[in-house]
């Protein structure tokens, strides 16, 4: 009995983004953050806590829990696969309740994101604005009041704000 044809390259998945996901934090996240190469297409993927599956396909939302290991598990059609842990850090504990993200005022339409930190707020701000399939439309960084023009089809959006003390998350429905 001969044996199946065998892929000329093996299956290879590298991470593209190394950031930590914190643990009690919703992430979206996906197959785009991966550079998948070799074995023999198509691939299929799997998202792991521990060996116990979360979801099958090429997205989900996480929220990492303390304690616990996270990965994605890619198999090609001849079943070959190749497990890629997600990096996890434990949420800051640390937090100063001056700069409370929850403190932001953020208005997201179809045409705009408009952000105002809080009156005590010094620093800045790094904004990430992720689509429900993971994918960033936007990651900039603002100090003040900013209003930035954007062009959002009807859906839902995770807001992303990050300063030196503090991470929030919020989920935007747009009709």
Not at 129 to 154: D, P, Y
């Amino acid at each position: 009995m001969p044996l199946p044809p065998q892929a000329e390259q093996a299956l290879e998945v590298d991470v593209l983004f190394d950031e930590a996901l914190y643990t009690g934090i919703p992430s979206a996240i996906g197959i785009m953050g991966y550079d998948i190469s070799g074995g023999s297409a198509p691939y299929s993927y799997s998202w792991l806590e521990g060996e116990n599956l979360l979801k099958q396909g090429e997205t989900i939302i996480l929220i990492p829990a303390s304690g616990k290991n996270y990965a994605l598990k890619v198999s090609d059609k001849k079943k070959c696969s190749v497990l890629v842990p997600i990096a996890i850090s434990e949420t800051n504990k640390n937090s100063s309740d001056k700069t409370d993200n929850s403190l932001w005022t953020t208005l997201l339409t179809s045409s705009s994101l408009y952000l105002k930190p809080p009156l005590d707020f010094e620093g800045e701000a790094e904004i990430i604005l992720i689509n429900m399939m993971g994918k960033r439309l936007l990651n900039t960084t603002i100090a003040g009041e900013t209003e930035i023009a954007v062009s959002l089809s009807s859906g839902a959006y995770l807001l992303q704000l990050l300063t030196k003390d503090a991470q929030n998350i919020s989920k935007h429905l747009i009709h």
